[in-house]
């Protein structure tokens, strides 16, 4: 689990005056360029090896002297001005594993509804898939309260100009939101001695971390996988939610013009595994869903013109709805993990659980 969050702004500044005449190295706009850490010096300063020349560097990162690092400029001429794009810490196969596992009927998941920290089940029911009626807010409920983008909230607070007392005034709303946040406080004040009873709430913390991971390796191509809960018959379990929003593009696509892909994976109690791949461009619609077996194929195909209903009250054109008996590999829990890791590597994926 992260112990420690260090939150600094991705850039780093060279002011020309900075350096001695004929040091200055010489790059252009966009230019993606490596540079030596030499040695940190006082006042957030760096020494830097760009390009064979030695520059001192404004910045806030925390960088280690003997490492390299990639650097996108982003302006040249006054000063030079560099976002730092790599290195990427990407997610381990322990971490996949521990993902996939977070998924599978295993008796060692820790059922995190048992927690022995406040809120937390609150939290889940607010974010949690219901089936009596539909809820327009279940997606922006489960990217804010998820934990997934908890430093991105926390950040601009902690490096904003603003008092102390006004900093902890917001923390402390945020903490109350975010399930993340939450677990995160309670270990920091909890009793050293009674850490044993918050070890569900740390391994859940631990998984958030690891989607994170995933996420943030996948960034790239535009997928996202978010774990989502989903409450039925006073029990939670958990589906997973992917997010296709197509790769990043040099272009000037407007976002109204991409094809939005959505695809749900869940263990259902009474139809068993459910998988559901939806595309939509604007407001059109192409569908199927996935299933276990012909004769819970036929009754989800008994509901599609009830779901067709359904969409076109709220405007929507349904272009295809079909239901199909699935490849076992297409509706096993690990199936979304290893598309978002295959994606960023081509090398073959091997776990062991």
């Not at 010096?41 to 003997?66: D, E």
């Not at 974010?127 to 279940?138: E, G, I």
Request: include cysteine.
């Amino acid at each position: 689990m992260i112990s420690g969050i260090h939150i600094s702004s991705s850039q780093m500044v060279i002011n020309k005056e900075s350096g001695e005449k004929g040091s200055f190295p010489n790059v252009t706009k966009n230019q993606i360029i490596t540079a030596k850490v030499i040695q940190l010096l006082s006042h957030g300063k760096a020494q830097l090896l760009i390009n064979g020349q030695t520059v001192i560097a404004q910045t806030a990162l925390k960088l280690t002297p003997g490492e390299e690092v990639q650097l996108k400029v982003l302006q040249e001429k006054d000063a030079i001005i560099l976002k730092l794009i790599d290195p990427v810490q990407k997610i381990t196969t322990r971490q996949i594993s521990s993902l996939i596992s977070f998924f599978s009927k295993n008796d060692s998941i820790p059922d995190i509804t048992e927690s022995k920290v406040a809120g937390v089940k609150d939290l889940l029911y607010e974010m949690a898939l219901k089936s009596d009626k539909p809820d327009k807010t279940f997606l922006p409920k489960l990217i804010e309260k998820s934990g997934i983008i908890w430093e991105k909230k926390i950040a601009p607070i902690l490096l904003g100009n603003t008092s102390s007392s006004d900093i902890k005034a917001k923390l402390n709303i945020l903490l109350q939101q975010d399930i993340k946040g939450n677990i995160l406080k309670e270990l920091l004040l909890a009793d050293p001695r009674k850490l044993d009873a918050f070890k569900m709430a740390a391994s859940f913390t631990e998984t958030i971390e690891n989607f994170q991971m995933l996420n943030h390796q996948s960034s790239e191509s535009g997928r996202f996988l978010l774990p989502f809960p989903i409450f039925n018959e006073s029990a939670f379990s958990f589906g997973q939610l992917l997010i296709d929003t197509g790769k990043k593009t040099k272009g000037n696509h407007k976002d109204t013009d991409k094809v939005i892909q959505i695809s749900f994976l869940l263990n259902m109690t009474k139809l068993g595994p459910l998988r559901a791949d939806f595309s939509i461009l604007k407001k059109e619609i192409t569908g199927r869903f996935l299933l276990s077996d012909d004769d819970t194929c036929k009754y989800v195909k008994s509901k599609i013109f009830e779901l067709k209903t359904g969409l076109k009250s709220i405007e929507y054109h349904i272009l295809k709805i079909e239901c199909h008996t699935a490849k076992k590999e297409e509706i096993q829990q690990s199936s979304f993990i290893e598309t978002l890791v295959k994606a960023s590597d081509d090398n073959v994926l091997n776990i062991v659980i």
